[in-house]
């Protein structure tokens, strides 16, 4: 299961290159984390990591279940679930 390059791509805009994470578990400032992200360091490590993941691990692969996370929010949240 993974996105389209197209799906990817409209949530980024969605996002606007920013973290879309919004949970209170984590430590953000703000309800939302909204860190600033790069666009060509998806999925590794470094400065502006991201990665694409699932809202849910049973919704599909629409851009609606595609939430764009910086790569701490998705180390702590995981492949699955919230
Ligand atoms: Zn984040
Ligand atoms: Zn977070």
């Known amino acids: 299961m993974a996105f389209s390059e197209e799906t990817v791509k409209k949530a980024w805009s969605r ?3 920013k973290c ?3 949970r209170d578990r984590h430590d953000h400032n ?5 860190k600033l ?5 998806r999925g590794r ?3 502006g990591a991201w990665e694409a993941h699932h809202m849910n691990a049973n919704g599909g692969d629409s851009m609606s279940n595609c939430e ?3 790569w ?3 180390k702590k949240t995981g492949s699955f679930g919230s």
Do not use: P
């Open 72 to 74: 701490d929010c998705h």
């Open 20 to 22: 879309e994470c919004k």
């Open 37 to 41: 992200l790069v666009w060509e360091n």
């Open 45 to 47: 490590e470094g400065r």
């Open 68 to 70: 764009i996370l910086c």
């Open 30 to 34: 703000t309800t939302k984390c909204n």
């Open 15 to 17: 996002a606007e290159g």
